[in-house]
T-cell receptor, first 113, second 111 residues
Framework: EADIYQTPRYLVIGTGKKITLECSQTMGHDKMYWYQQDPGMELHLIHYSYGVNSTEKGDLSSESTVSRIRTEHFPLTLESARPSHTSQYLC????????????FGQGTRLTVV | DAKTTQPPSMDCAEGRAANLPCNHSTISGNEYVYWYRQIHSQGPQYIIHGLKNNETNEMASLIITEDRKSSTLILPHATLRDTAVYYCIVTPNQAGTALIFGKGTTLSVSS
């Protein structure tokens, strides 16, 4: 079992609200990632971090922001949620060693109404 | 752009072997082939990976052609719980490189 957790699992929120999606891992992994996935579509990388105080944008442009103040914690924030942000958000982590697999959380399914 | 090409869907009878192909004709010497699967939009689950030798673990076998331009994931005895989207990913052998997903193959196992 992977020790990476996302909360909440499901979130329905009104337009204009600020939200933070939580992602935590207890494996001591340096590398962490956020992916966005619309129903029936592939995963798109939106943010990644190679360690504390390191954050980078991924291949898919996103209005969300991330922070990495602690190794185990990589929250994603939307300052003002819109219906276009409705999607599933998946967090993953990986060690800093070559040739290792990534572990994924169960995802947060976000609906903005 | 994804570096791999997979058929969009495949069917398999329960108890039979499922052979999922992947084309990665532009793979470079330091790139690994990883396989993940995603069941009902849950978080993707790691299956297996390899560089050039065939690999086997408790879940599956990975056969990589000698020229490394294609590979096949084999689930030896498919069950209904193996119904999922299977992703073949080529990634450099660099510490912590993010995985870039394509569209994958939807495998449907039926009784």
């Amino acid at each position: 079992e992977a020790d990476i957790y996302q909360t909440p699992r499901y979130l329905v929120i009104g337009t204009g609200k600020k939200i933070t999606l939580e992602c935590s891992q207890t494996m001591g992994h340096d590398k962490m990632y956020w992916y966005q996935q619309d129903p029936g579509m592939e995963l798109h990388l939106i943010h990644y971090s190679y360690g504390v105080n390191s954050t980078e944008k991924g291949d898919l442009s996103s209005e969300s922001t991330v922070s990495r103040i602690r190794t185990e914690h990589f929250p994603l924030t939307l300052e003002s949620a819109r219906p276009s942000h409705t999607s599933q958000y998946l967090c993953a982590s990986r060690t800093g060693t070559r040739n290792t697999e990534a572990f994924f959380g169960q995802g947060t399914r976000l609906t903005v109404v | 752009d994804a570096k791999t090409t997979q058929p969009p869907s495949m069917d398999c009878a329960e108890g039979r072997a499922a052979n999922l192909p992947c084309n990665h004709s532009t793979i470079s010497g330091n790139e690994y082939v990883y396989w993940y699967r995603q069941i009902h939009s849950q978080g993707p689950q790691y299956i297996i990976h390899g560089l050039k030798n065939n690999e086997t673990n408790e879940m599956a076998s990975l056969i990589i052609t000698e020229d490394r331009k294609s590979s096949t994931l084999i689930l030896p005895h498919a069950t209904l719980r193996d119904t999922a989207v299977y992703y073949c990913i080529v990634t450099p052998n660099q510490a912590g490189t993010a995985l870039i997903f394509g569209k994958g193959t939807t495998l449907s196992v039926s009784s």
